[in-house]
């Protein structure tokens, strides 16, 4: 797990936002940490070693904007995406888990995927291959990363400053967190390949 408390103090704040930022909307940073860190900073604000009042506007539009350049890529790149080579940064089945759940959800899988690790990176991508509506776009993306950033930093920061010692419970907390948010993303995965598998097939096969 990464040392998150060391990592965000080590970025600052120019680093969160690259880091939140590239989450959200670049193919290669789908690795990065999001719920945790967001949890974890707004922690650390409550200790005053950071601003709350300026990571929540800054990781806002971080959020915003890197759903932004990830649907700016998808319309660009097009279906494209979906013959492209599996590489280091690159895993096909995380475009085709997304794709799904975008035709699954419609447009609301902008919002619901803020909240779901990995199919967040890729859901803004896959809205720019199937030219969702600029308009429609921006207002779930705008929501979604309102209620994605405010809340995971303002839960940190309120559970910093009422529960006496709190430090001492971050790490399984946040490992908790971690947790959490990846049951939906394995549930989303879990349904896909349980609708590909054929009717007929036995057992064994499935």
């Known amino acids: 797990m990464f040392?998150?408390?060391?990592?965000?103090?080590?970025?600052?704040?120019?680093?969160?936002?690259?880091?939140?930022?590239?989450?959200?909307?670049?193919?290669?940073?789908?690795?990065?940490?999001?719920?945790?860190?967001?949890?974890?900073?707004?922690?650390?604000a409550s200790t005053g070693k950071l601003e709350i009042m300026i990571l929540i506007p800054l990781l806002f539009a971080a959020a915003v904007l890197g759903d932004n350049v990830g649907y700016a890529f998808g319309r660009r790149i097009g279906p494209a995406l979906f013959t492209k080579k599996e590489s280091r940064f690159f895993k096909p089945a995380h475009v085709t888990h997304a794709h799904q759940f975008f035709l699954r959800h419609g447009k609301k899988a902008v919002f619901l995927?803020?909240?779901?690790?990995?199919?967040?990176?890729?859901?803004?991508?896959?809205?720019?291959?199937?030219?969702?509506?600029?308009?429609?776009?921006?207002?779930?993306?705008?929501?979604?990363?309102?209620?994605?950033?405010?809340?995971?930093?303002?839960f940190g920061y309120v559970l910093g400053k009422q529960i006496p010692n709190a430090?001492?419970?971050?790490?399984?907390?946040?490992?908790?967190?971690?947790?959490?948010?990846?049951?939906p993303t394995a549930h989303e995965v879990h349904k896909a390949r349980r609708q590909k598998k054929p009717a007929h097939a036995t057992p064994d096969e499935r």
Do not use: C, Q
């Open 167 to 183: 430090e001492h419970y971050l790490y399984p907390i946040v490992l908790a967190i971690i947790v959490l948010s990846f049951l």
């Open 3 to 44: 040392d998150l408390v060391t990592l965000i103090n080590a970025a600052g704040y120019s680093g969160l936002f690259a880091i939140v930022f590239a989450e959200s909307g670049l193919f290669f940073g789908f690795f990065l940490p999001g719920d945790s860190l967001l949890f974890t900073a707004g922690f650390i």
């Open 113 to 154: 995927a803020r909240f779901l690790p990995i199919v967040r990176t890729f859901v803004p991508i896959i809205a720019g291959v199937a030219t969702m509506p600029r308009k429609e776009f921006m207002t779930y993306n705008i929501f979604g990363g309102a209620v994605w950033v405010i809340g995971l930093l303002t």
